[in-house]
């Protein structure tokens, strides 16, 4: 099973060549300026995410112009379009656009929306060298305002030398509060771009123990399994995640192994404030 690989980068459409997932998939797109981009969420909804650029997006009847404003993943919060099920749309690069398409299954039937900046919520996570900054562009079902069938989306920066998904953790067993059934998906860019990181995934239950080399452009893929990520010193790494299951939630896992230092997390936090 192939759970990890690159998304290439041709102008147009750019879609996976192996996905372990059933209900994930991504795709990439690259447009030059003035290029156009004719699509069909079909039974999918769709959250488009802009890594850099700007466009217009027209979908079902509506019109969201000219949305975009950081020129790379690493300058600032996303503008971001929810693409209902059902529903033809068209993307209008203005200069040269990179994005990112999350889809997941969808019965739902709402009307599309735009996701701005502002509605974006920072998190900063943990503490000492396993921190990082979270943005939550769509999170779960206790915003209403934001309605999603499956899709929860959002981004994290991993600063030099630093981990991230620390203590490792899991999500494939339903049974809340303590653990929810979903797949997940992250989609890196390395800052510089020669940089590198790196990814653990595991799973004693499976029998498997697998650690990839993160570079620009590559995609982590886990319908299951423990998994857990670092960045090489002097380098940022920066990855969109989405993830899709039984529920709008999220409750996850840890390592049994690991999770001792999960528990630590205040003590180090009131260690650095003092």
């Known amino acids: 099973m192939i759970c990890f690989t690159r998304v290439g980068n041709a102008h147009g459409l750019n879609t996976l060549d192996t996905n372990p997932c059933t209900l994930l998939d991504f795709n990439r797109l690259i447009l030059a300026d003035g290029a156009r981009f004719d699509g069909a969420t ?22 969201f112009a000219r949305i975009g404003e ?19 749309y068209t993307i209008t690069a203005h200069g040269a656009l990179d994005a990112g398409i999350c889809l997941a299954p969808s019965d739902l039937r709402t009307e599309p929306y735009l996701i701005t900046p502002d509605m974006v919520v920072r998190i900063d996570a943990d503490a000492a060298n396993f921190s990082r900054t979270l943005y939550n ?43 929810a059934c979903y797949e997940e998906m992250y989609y890196f860019h390395v800052n510089p771009p020669e940089g590198f990181g790196l990814r653990r995934h595991y799973s004693p239950e499976r029998g498997y123990d697998r650690t990839y080399t993160i570079t620009d452009s590559t995609i982590f893929m886990a319908p299951h399994g423990y998994h857990t990520t670092c ?5 940022t790494n920066y990855f969109l995640w989405f993830l899709a299951g039984t529920g709008r939630t999220q409750a996850v896992a840890f390592d049994p ?5 999960q528990k630590a ?6 260690a650095e404030r003092s």
Not at 42 to 63: D, I, P, S
Not at 70 to 88: D, E, H, I, Q, T
Not at 156 to 172: A, K, M, Q
Not at 265 to 270: A, C, G, H, N, T
Request: with cysteine; charged share 15%; proline share 13%.
């Open 137 to 179: 562009i769509l999170p779960t079902s206790s915003q209403p305002a934001l309605p999603a069938a499956k899709l929860l989306v959002g981004e994290t920066f991993v600063p030099s030398g630093n981990w991230s998904t620390y203590p490792p953790h899991r999500h494939e067993v339903d049974n809340l509060p303590y653990e």
């Open 231 to 235: 960045s090489a010193p002097g380098y």
């Open 257 to 261: 192994v690991l999770a001792r230092v």
């Open 42 to 63: 079909g039974e999918r909804e769709a959250l488009l995410v802009l890594f850099g650029g700007r466009c217009t997006v027209q979908v079902a009847g509506k019109t």
């Open 70 to 88: 950081r020129p790379n993943p690493f300058a600032g919060k996303p503008f971001a379009v929810y693409l209902p099920a059902g529903s033809s």
């Open 265 to 270: 997390v205040p003590l180090i936090k009131q």
